[in-house]
């Protein structure tokens, strides 16, 4: 096949919903991760304490549902946090099912990160303006669920 006939195959490309998702995500991934640097965590990480937190030892199949990636991903996304000992994984009251823990150090770091992460927070809701940021998270609890 030509280049010219697969361009043309390709001249919606820009509206991709795909592309342009993954645009803005690394994106916002940058601006949060900068502004998250000052504790030592990027984007990914805070949020996995966070919802750590808010689940209240979670199992890691029930983490990884929530979080929107396999388990897989998620235990190697935990590693790092395993290796910092800002959580745990202990199995849980069936012995089959690990859940995972906030630590003190993953607490400490979680009260430091929380400003920071309210602060990118507040930006990209300035940014945006409160309608169209309220309506982009309507949008992308819709979205979430395309797919699965």
């Given amino acids: 096949m030509s280049l010219d006939l697969l361009r043309s195959k390709l001249e919606n490309c820009p509206s991709c919903a795909l592309f342009n ?15 998250l640097q000052e504790c030592g965590l990027r984007g990914t990480q805070f949020t996995i304490l966070a919802l750590v937190t808010m689940m209240d030892k979670p199992t890691i199949g029930h983490l990884a549902k929530n979080l929107g990636m396999d388990r897989t991903t998620l235990t190697r996304n935990l590693k790092p946090l395993l290796k910092a000992n800002f959580v745990e994984c202990k199995p849980g009251m069936d012995r089959r099912r690990r859940e ?34 309220d309506a982009l998270l309507d949008e992308l609890r819709v979205s979430a669920k395309f797919g699965r």
């Fill in 100 to 133: 995972v823990t906030l630590t003190e150090n993953g607490a400490a770091v979680l009260a430091k990160a929380i400003p920071l992460w309210k602060q990118a927070q507040q930006e990209f809701i300035e940014y945006l303006g409160p309608e169209r940021f």
């Fill in 21 to 35: 998702f993954r645009k803005t995500t690394r994106s916002l991934t940058h601006r949060y991760d900068k502004v």
